[in-house]
């Protein structure tokens, strides 16, 4: 099976790469589901999954914004933080979820709530990844 080599890159520095057979994610106008010798492509990510078949399998990567770059050999993710699914920390996600719901909840003037708002969206998609890779 044809295959395409893949980055996923934070400022801190690499995540993930390896070779699989599709990549799945949201940018900003929509799904996408890149396949090897896809046409080049620039898109800004959304908050949410990346999802990466390989060998029958589905490994799952929590992206918070940035940038896809597809070749036809090459997908690099340029994201603002990204966590595999085993990475994640399960406890402090929920910790940062209940964290959002209280600002919003209490929202004042004081309170930015479209801040809030991404940290809920961020703790939602992490917690949403762990419990897919179950």
Known sequence: MKTVKVSVVTPDGPVYEADVEMVSTKAKSGELGILPGHIPLVAPLEI??????KEGTTEYIAVSG?????????????????ERAEDIDVARAKAAKARAE?????????????????????????????????
């Not at 940035?66 to 990204?82: D, H, M, N, W, Y």
């Open 102 to 134: 209280k600002r919003l909840q209490d929202a004042q003037e004081h309170v930015d709530a479209k801040r809030a708002e991404l940290a809920l969206r961020r703790a939602i998609n992490r917690i949403s990844i762990v419990e897919r890779n179950l």
């Open 66 to 82: 940035g940038f896809i770059e597809v070749r036809p050999e090459k997908v690099t993710i340029l994201a603002q933080s990204a």
């Open 48 to 53: 949410g999954a990346v999802r990466l078949k």
